[in-house]
């Protein structure tokens, strides 16, 4: 046990120095321009349809299971204002961060381990490349811009499947639904919680990287890093979450109506 913990401590260390190295490397030129917008790409363009698919689902289920429950008090009228606040204050963020480090830190973690274990990192760096900005901040630095993007079409997403469900369940309008949903939304509600997620993304991109960078043992190792990109960047991410609410919360109160 004393051993396990010590070196979850010496992990946990090496990857904040990993992280710290990042961010410094992030304003520093050369700037990789033309591959970190192949990054945003492949981590942003290509997880909408995902994103979208799982909002709107979200969105049609929730109203489902909240109709059921608020009807009883009389407060239907209410189910708008509690999906939409519900979805862009934490659902949102949140399942946009989980499905992104499903997707992409698996993703991350098993292309540089692979060119980890078949030396081509190394033949990039006797090329006179630094294999780190070029590889690594490139990828992070597309985490933090994609995230905030993606978590909007997840918000928006869950809120027209709310809409859709409460339009076909009590034949209301969209219209009416649009000005229940968000009358009651005020700034604080939309931009905090938002711009949470680039915390998410630099957690996500940080983690996966360094276990792809660092990765050994061959093909081993390369599904290693796969698996534990996902696993640790899932679970440091639902541990900051707790504290990333806890400080939204405090620098940003609910406002009384």
């Known amino acids: 046990m004393r051993s396990r913990i010590l070196n979850l401590l010496e992990t946990t260390g090496d990857v904040g120095i990993f ?37 709107l689902a979200i969105g ?3 109203s489902l299971h909240t109709r059921a429950s608020m009807t009883r008090f009389g407060a239907a009228s209410m189910i708008p204002a509690v999906l939409t606040i519900a979805m862009f204050r934490e659902l949102g963020p949140l399942v946009t961060g989980l499905l992104v480090s499903g997707r ?16 081509q990192v190394d033949a990039m760096e006797s090329l006179g490349v630094d294999s780190f ?3 690594v901040v490139t990828r992070v630095a597309a ?13 928006f997403a869950g809120s027209a499947g709310g809409m859709l469900a409460e339009m076909a369940v009590s034949h209301s309008s969209a219209r009416l639904y649009v000005h229940r949903a968000f009358a009651s939304m005020v700034w604080s509600d939309y931009i905090p919680t938002t711009l949470k997620t680039t915390v998410f993304g630099l957690l996500i991109g940080t983690i996966s990287c360094f276990l792809g960078y660092t ?6 190792g390369v599904g290693r890093a796969s698996t534990r990109s996902v696993v640790y960047s899932s679970l440091v991410l639902i541990l900051f979450n707790i504290i990333l609410v806890k400080l939204l919360l405090f620098w940003f109160p609910p406002q009384s109506q």
């Open 60 to 62: 049609v289920v929730m």
């Open 19 to 55: 992280g710290i190295r990042v961010v410094r490397n992030i304003f520093h030129a050369p700037f990789e321009i033309e591959e970190t917008g192949r990054q945003i790409l492949e981590i942003g363009t290509r997880s909408v349809p995902l994103i979208v698919a799982c909002g």
């Open 104 to 119: 992409v830190g698996a993703g991350i973690g098993s292309e540089l381990a692979g060119m980890r274990v078949t030396e």
């Open 133 to 135: 900005k070029y590889l």
């Open 215 to 220: 990765a050994t043992q061959g093909a081993a």
């Open 143 to 155: 985490c933090v811009v994609a995230l905030p993007v993606l978590t909007i079409l997840m918000d």
